[in-house]
């Protein structure tokens, strides 16, 4: 197996565990037209056969065209925000958003995160979030990987 490095030195097995996602199934994530602000906005996401719409917070603007490892690590970061909050409250005060806003969303993202989870089985973020808050290494790595 080949482990992402940075200056060849540090390997990072956290990539390596995104990675195997799209090696086992296809996965395709687009920015949506359809945002609240520059950091908070839909993508649109497949994964197999599974079409679905969902709200990242982007706050370091890491989206990127050419990077669907960090596109889908967006994904499942934006999926253990809803798992860890108690409820639409929470969750919405977490994204600083008005929950009118985003309701029809929110009663969407438990169907989301049941039929995601039957799919690519339990829902794992590979990367602490305290990584990608204080960007370590790790983070750096990912941000700069290319498909």
């Given at each position: 197996?080949?482990?992402?490095?940075?200056k060849?030195?540090?390997?990072y097995?956290?990539?390596?565990k995104?990675?195997?996602?799209?090696?086992?199934?296809?996965?395709?994530i687009?920015?949506?037209?359809?945002k609240?602000?520059?950091?908070?906005y839909?993508v649109?996401?497949?994964v197999d056969?599974?079409?679905?719409?969902?709200?990242?917070d982007?706050?370091?603007?890491?989206?990127?065209?050419?990077?669907?490892l960090?596109?889908w690590?967006?994904v499942l970061y934006?999926?253990?925000?809803?798992s860890?909050?108690?409820?639409?409250?929470?969750?919405s005060?977490e994204?600083?958003?008005?929950?009118k806003?985003v309701?029809?969303?929110?009663?969407d993202l438990?169907e989301?995160y049941?039929?995601?989870?039957e799919?690519?089985?339990?829902i794992?973020?590979?990367i602490?979030?305290y990584d990608y808050?204080?960007?370590?290494?790790?983070?750096?790595?990912?941000?700069?990987?290319?498909?």
């Open positions: 197996m080949s482990l992402i490095q940075m060849g030195s540090k390997e097995t956290e990539i390596e995104l990675k195997e996602t799209f090696k086992h199934h296809s996965i395709s687009i920015k949506n037209k359809e609240f602000r520059k950091d908070l839909y649109d996401v497949k056969d599974f079409d679905f719409k969902l709200l990242i982007d706050e370091y603007g890491d989206f990127s065209d050419n990077n669907q960090i596109n690590f967006l934006a999926l253990e925000l809803y860890d909050t108690e409820d639409i409250l929470e969750w005060k994204l600083n958003i008005n929950v806003i309701l029809e969303h929110y009663k438990d989301i049941r039929k995601l989870t799919i690519i089985g339990e794992e973020l590979p602490s979030s808050t204080l960007r370590t290494g790790v983070v750096k790595a990912l941000v700069k990987y290319r498909n």
